[in-house]
DNA sequence: CTGAAAGCGCTAACAA
DNA sequence: TTGTTAGCGCTTTCAG
């Protein structure tokens, strides 16, 4: 079984107290004495128990993630990032998945702090009943990555998506288009609220009417982009351009409008927004928002991270800029 | 701060046990004093302290998940399967990425081990110097998830692959090509060892010689696929059906075949493997060995299960069925 | 049905 | 420099 600093110390000789002093490299253990008790833990192979020195120190070093959805690529690519900075500073994550559901956000909140996780990072469902008011209430630093809630708007880390997707839209606008459909995220989802007023907001700043029907909610899903468009093909709906709430949904759209023949970018542009790894590379390299992923993942955890060192720092929301790359889908391509 | 039993005690009237046993809903506990202290335990916010009870029960609910990039979106699906299989269980998992480095798996298993993990999954590297030997070690169940380790192959769950490879290069072979082109996989992984070995024993069961110069091997990522494929175009290589380690590489040599102005399928015939979400909405939807890695995921979870609840039972490999799938990359094409 | 006491393995005060 | 003692918050005997 397990050897504890019980079997360490009858073995040295010294004290639970010494050995544990000599393992953590306290100064007031001789030089001498650490070497002979490090070399002995070594061979007995002695681990640390986390779990009695947590419940002991009251620190656990290790973070709550709370993702929506961690098989949609951004998610994993942003997790990625988190893991990666925390296990650079000696941190572990407790990864869970909500699947945008409200309870199972509440839920996963309320058992992560019970494991006693020295933070929590969140990618929180928006809704009517959301858990915006728990959340406030929490005694640890949470960080809300890529999204925000009403009101805590100074935790979030995320990206400047209002900008930028009003940038993709006046772009399309410029270009003279008119129909340009928009493939929304779910509406409880903060980011989609952010790219739709972006896509109004273009329109009102151009004074050009918006034709609400070609505002479509979908759960952000390849399938969605997929059947939404063929829908509109079926129907004979005229569209020039999809401004998509994600990559994903812009690959479902792309197929659509293979299969029905029209020409991408000539007959229709089409942007996504992620920017996911492998968008480049589709037949027809993707034209996207480009927002960093890992760096949000890794400037989240950090500031997670300044937060649990410093408890009483106000908190500040922080942005990092992405980008609209234009590759194939679009007119204007990069070179 | 957050209540404890001692305060609930206090409060109610009881003594710290009682409250605990009614709090378990332990049945030598009176209906009525269960419901006042459920009731007071509510409305006073009670979080039961999981460390604590970890400590004195040896159980934490915790499993620790050692991924090897779970940026891939092969182990990010795999991993959602495990953490829902989990969730659904009452476990949590705490993940760790290795991007294939044997030391951070060994420091990863260690420092999980520490956490006092009821289980670990892993999908570790396997190479000159693996951890097979310190694996075996273990004193807690662990699963090895879709790779194996030599020796701890009953520790194993994992798809068909070597079948499935050999059936995909059997079929290019009957195809008549004779240049099929293996972008490998990184040879310290299984699964490009054993999709490896399906590509040489077809050549053998089909009595033709291997050109060794068609076997690359690759990182297993998107860039790879394309700057090979593109190489090889710009030496002149003929080459008229790719067999790829996975749909990335596989992805990304679609690109290159693309910007080289070969035809897929007609001029070159193309095989993933693993079968990505996106893989089927790409504009030439890809021909794919079909891997169900939420199942790979859960049944991982369920077996490891299996195994802490049930510590002396012996481990058996199990395997679950993958397919092949034939899309618009392949001459041949389902339905 | 309820309570008192012990102890999980560790670290932090305090003594020596 | 080292050892003794207490206690983190909980569950588990064992009494009553």
Known sequence: MAVLLKQLAAASGYSINTVSRALRDKDDVSPETKKKIRALAAELGYVNNSVAKSLRTGKTNTIGVISADSSNPFFAEVIMGIENAARASGYHILLTNT??????????????????VDGLLLMPVLQQHNNGHYIKSLDVPYIIVGRWLPG??????MSDEYEKAKEVVL?????GHTDILHLAGPSCVSSSVDRLRGYRDAYAEAHMPIQEELIIETKGHLE???????ALIRNERKISAIFAFNDLVAVGALRALKESGLKVPKEVEVIGFDDLNFSKYLHLSLSSVSIPKKTLGTLAFKTLLDHIENPEAPYTKKTVASRIVFRETTLEQEP
């Open 99 to 116: 699947e945008e559901s409200t309870e199972r956000e509440r839920e996963a909140i309320s058992v992560l702090l019970g494991k006693q």
């Open 152 to 157: 805590l708007e100074d935790h979030s880390v």
């Open 171 to 175: 772009y399309f606008l410029k270009n």
């Open 224 to 230: 969605d982009g997929y059947h939404e468009v063929s």
